[in-house]
């Protein structure tokens, strides 16, 4: 077995958690599930769409691609086989903040999981025909998203709110971005930025901490550190004012995103937030789904939701309705918001949202791959980990004027509006007043 001193100091940072730092730097981090007989890996670096240089915008998401197309030591094709053998998944995802690899295998497969996310961090290809041939798929990816229009006004939403500040791009990045950017670029963004001290590897499932530390020190055995911060953020100065942005598209509905400035991932009132939003549009009882579904027949989606960034966030209501119905629509979503403002919830509002947003939590809980997640998240975002028992402590202390002081926060107005759809006719002045 290798020294301490080799692989570093442990430590537990919640029940059940335990953290391991490496002498490259790189952190360890993982809980065991002695009950299930699987495990989820995940390699987190501590980079996104917000960390971008003009040049290389969304070069954070080309290179969640290029990672699957080899390394020094395989083909895509013995990524894609070396998986596949074992009945396991390989994937990932791209944030604002960070970019994930994970895979999920049964527990017997935990090197061979630790080693092919270790090898792709530390020693992908990224060849010129690699770079040319996954531009073609990112620019659909980009077309796709922009097919979608109940997708598109949430990237809509989040440009006008952050107005020219980075955490404002959509993570794809653009047509241009893409279509312009050559491998030198995306090649040197991934050895300036997959280092050590931006890498999180989390494990969990049945699987023993030394296990998992000493196989991912052999994995990136080769990991150089950088010698410092490899980004600089700067944080977005949000202004309330009464914005309104409309994009023409040629669909049936209009989609409509109405919010501002939220609260950022470390905020001690997140968790009445987090109530308050689930009594907004948080399910099939919310306010809105039964103001507007239910007994108004406006729209068939309608829900809240907030963004939560290292430094700062969005909050925001969402629907879908007809060209004719939507300044019903909107005239019903600020009722409802005034109302809530104004009036906070009822005994019965926040009990059943406390009970709810509980419940829902410990059930997406219940597998490994949400648990890889939820602690991902948190140590890749620096936001304060707690554990599941702590989380729902914290919800169920949540009290009518913890929801009345967010509430004030977050619906006091003005407001950013956006509207994707068929907007014949139609000015940003006509809106205008549902922003005010």
């Known amino acids: 077995m290798p020294s301490e001193r080799m692989h570093g100091s442990?430590?537990?940072?919640?029940?059940?958690?335990?953290?391991?730092?490496?002498p490259s730097g790189v952190r360890v981090v993982t809980e065991t599930l002695p009950a299930v007989r699987s495990v989820a890996v995940g390699c987190w670096v501590a980079v996104g769409s917000r960390d971008e240089e003009d040049a290389v915008i969304g070069a954070s998401h080309f290179l969640e691609h290029l990672l699957f197309k080899g390394t020094a030591r395989r083909s895509a094709l013995d990524i894609a086989e070396a998986v596949d053998e074992v009945g396991g998944d390989l994937n990932a995802f791209t944030g604002k903040e960070y970019t994930c690899f994970y895979a999920r295998t049964l527990d017997r497969d935990l090197a061979l999981a630790i080693d092919l996310?270790?090898?792709?961090?530390?020693?992908?290809?990224?060849?010129?025909?690699?770079?040319?041939?996954?531009?073609?798929?990112v620019l659909e990816e980009i077309y796709m998203h922009h097919d979608t229009p109940e997708d598109l006004v949430h990237s809509v939403f989040a440009e006008t709110l952050f107005c020219g500040h980075p955490l404002g791009r959509e993570v794809l990045g653009t047509r241009e971005s893409i279509t312009g950017m050559q491998r030198d670029q995306v090649h040197g963004y991934y050895r300036r930025h997959y280092v050590p001290e931006n890498l999180v590897v989390v494990a969990t499932g049945h699987l023993d901490h030394a296990d998992a530390v000493r196989e991912v020190s052999r994995a990136l055995e080769g990991a150089e550190p950088a010698g410092g911060p490899t980004v600089t953020r700067t944080r977005p100065d949000l202004v309330r004012k009464g914005r309104v942005r409309l994009q023409p598209k040629p669909v049936e509905q209009c989609h409509v995103v109405l919010g501002g400035p939220g609260l950022h991932r470390a905020d001690a009132r997140r968790f009445a937030a987090s109530v308050l939003n689930q009594a907004l549009g948080g399910g099939m009882a919310s306010r809105l789904f039964q103001e507007i579904r239910e007994r108004r027949g406006l729209a068939y989606t309608t829900y809240s939701y907030q963004?939560?960034?290292?430094?700062?966030?969005?909050?925001?209501?969402?629907?879908?309705?007809?060209?004719?119905?939507?300044?019903?629509?909107?005239d019903v979503i600020r009722e409802q918001l005034e109302r809530l403002r104004r009036d906070g919830l009822d005994d019965a509002e926040l009990e059943r949202a406390q009970s709810s947003l509980a419940g829902s939590m410990v059930l997406a809980l219940e597998d490994t791959g949400s648990r890889m997640v939820r602690l991902g998240k948190a140590l890749a975002t620096g936001t304060p980990l707690l554990s599941l028992d702590g989380i729902v402590a914290a919800i169920e202390q949540v009290t009518h004027d913890d929801v009345r002081e967010v509430a004030e926060l977050l619906l006091a107005g003005p407001y950013t509006l956006t509207v994707v759809g068929p907007l014949d006719g139609v000015s940003e002045s006509d809106y205008a007043p549902y922003a005010a």
């Open 10 to 22: 442990t430590v537990e940072l919640v029940e059940g958690i335990h953290q391991t730092t490496l």
């Open 117 to 137: 996310l270790g090898d792709m961090i530390t020693s992908a290809g990224i060849r010129p025909a690699d770079v040319d041939a996954e531009r073609d798929v």
């Open 307 to 330: 963004g939560m960034h290292l430094d700062s966030g969005s909050f925001a209501v969402y629907a879908g309705t007809s060209p004719r119905k939507v300044s019903t629509l909107l």
